[in-house]
């Protein structure tokens, strides 16, 4: 967990470190009012009053269908948790919940026959419309990963694919620091990136 001067009653700029992170985009989209609403989200469900959330303290945030689960809250903070310790401080829970605001709105935008499903079109274009700009035939091997039998995903299950992605882009970052979209990464790199994801 970074500590960022994290202080439960005041809500400060985030340190520029922060904000050179590709999620930061997410972060940006909050209105003040929606920060000081997380921040109380947050208290609660920092239940050991650490300043930071494991991954056993965020698996039970509610979203759209229910708790987060283990297994998605585990990958959301291998996501969002910058220096790799396991937990996420308050600016990198803020950007976590708008992530998943922002993938909750795609996916009912993207629902046209409000079935609670969506297939890989649908996926494709809600990846899109969530910044994930992916060809077509990657996201369709991805949705057949989640659903080897072409039925459509429920929220959770794209939050669970949207989140390989957003890891993968984390672990693609570290050895992209210039931001260019070419990494060099030898096969031990690579082996590590595939195991995280």
């Given at each position: 967990m970074m500590s960022y001067g994290y202080q439960p009653t005041t809500i400060v700029a985030p340190p520029a470190k922060f904000q050179a992170l590709w999620f930061y985009s997410y972060y940006t989209q909050i209105q003040h009012q929606q920060l000081h609403e997380m921040s109380a989200w947050f208290r609660a469900i920092d239940k050991?009053?650490?300043g930071s959330i494991s991954a056993m303290e965020l698996q039970s945030l509610q979203v759209g269908y229910g708790p987060l689960g283990i297994e998605t809250a585990t990958k959301?903070?291998?996501?969002?948790?910058?220096?790799?310790?396991?937990?996420?401080?308050?600016?990198?829970?803020?950007?976590?919940?708008?992530?998943?605001?922002?993938?909750?709105?795609?996916?009912?935008?993207?629902?046209?026959?409000?079935s609670g499903t969506i297939d890989a079109h649908e996926i494709h274009r809600a990846l899109g419309s969530?910044?994930?700009?992916?060809?077509?035939?990657?996201?369709?091997?991805?949705?057949?990963?989640?659903?080897?039998?072409?039925?459509?995903?429920k929220f959770s299950d794209f939050l669970g694919?949207?989140?390989?992605?957003?890891?993968?882009?984390?672990?693609?970052?570290?050895?992209?620091?210039?931001?260019?979209?070419?990494?060099?990464?030898?096969?031990?790199?690579?082996?590590?990136?595939?195991?995280?994801?």
């Open positions: 050991d009053r650490s959301l903070i291998r996501v969002f948790d910058v220096d790799k310790s396991g937990q996420i401080d308050f600016y990198e829970y803020a950007a976590l919940h708008q992530f998943i605001n922002v993938l909750y709105a795609n996916f009912l935008a993207n629902d046209r026959n409000r969530s910044g994930f700009n992916l060809p077509f035939n990657t996201v369709n091997l991805l949705f057949l990963k989640a659903s080897p039998r072409g039925y459509g995903l694919l949207c989140s390989s992605i957003a890891i993968a882009r984390s672990l693609f970052d570290v050895h992209d620091p210039m931001r260019t979209g070419v990494a060099h990464l030898n096969i031990n790199q690579l082996y590590d990136i595939v195991s995280l994801v």
